[in-house]
């Protein structure tokens, strides 16, 4: 690695060193455009404020802006960066239990089960759709991830549009680190393809945030097709809040 590119990596590291910048590019990993005022409300910082986080963001090229009229949208600037975000919270310490009201106990239950990641599944349901496509040969590691023919053949019958996934420019697929499960979920054009899928089978709906939930209808359908049994994708119970005392 040339100094160049030390200086080059030093940056960006520098740029998410700060936590509310780091806590502006984890929230726009839902795949949405925010504007800048949603964000300085989410990070609970001033308008100004985020307004100069932003600004650094933008030029350092993890997020991309979108003016329309007066209001300033926000996104990241692409897949590669959201996977970027995606790895690092998961090489940072677990999460702490969750302290305070049921209420955030079970928005971080919903979380932790299932997730949007940019524009792919995450959380324990995206880990258990790549591990059953692993298992059942649909995805092969043995020199680098690829989808086998059982897997394009798969795919084509579930409704996928495959000749658009052979001819997007982006990876048909790649792992990401998931940074609850602490192991590999699917990205890449295959991963956003399929979340698309679900939702237009009726299997997926939007919760609240970036919470994704699997409908009943679609909990037998995935088992199906992914070849599991059904209650392995049942959700896990709530856990307590904690109460802060030993």
Request: proline letters at 6%.
């Amino acid at each position: 690695m040339s100094a160049t590119e030390g200086r080059t990596m030093a940056e960006l590291a520098a740029l998410l060193a700060d936590g509310t910048r780091a806590g502006i590019c984890v929230a726009l990993l839902d795949g949405r455009a925010w504007t800048a005022g949603e964000l300085a409300r989410r990070a609970g910082v001033a308008p100004s404020t985020a307004s100069d986080h932003l600004t650094l963001l933008v030029r350092g090229g993890l997020l991309v802006e979108e003016r329309q009229g007066r209001h300033r949208y926000l996104r990241l600037a692409g897949p590669s960066v959201a996977q970027l975000i995606e790895r690092l919270a998961g090489h940072a310490p677990a999460p702490p239990a969750p302290t305070g009201s049921l209420r955030a106990a079970s928005t971080g239950a919903a979380l932790a089960y299932a997730r949007t990641c940019y524009d792919h599944l995450a959380g324990r349901l995206g880990v258990l759709m790549y591990d059953a496509l692993v298992a059942d040969g649909r995805l092969d590691r043995s020199s680098g991830l690829a989808l086998t023919a059982h897997g394009w053949a798969w795919a084509t019958d579930l409704g996928v549009p495959v000749p658009a996934l052979r001819a997007a420019r982006r990876p048909v697929v790649r792992d990401c680190l998931d940074w609850t499960e602490r192991r590999p979920h699917l990205a890449g054009a295959l991963g956003a393809a399929l979340r698309r899928r679900f939702a237009e089978l009726g299997w997926i709906t939007q919760g609240t945030g970036r919470a994704v939930r699997l409908t009943p209808t679609g909990r037998t359908a995935l088992a199906a097709t992914l070849s599991v049994p059904e209650h392995t994708l049942a959700p896990t119970a709530t856990p307590a809040p904690a109460s802060g005392r030993a």
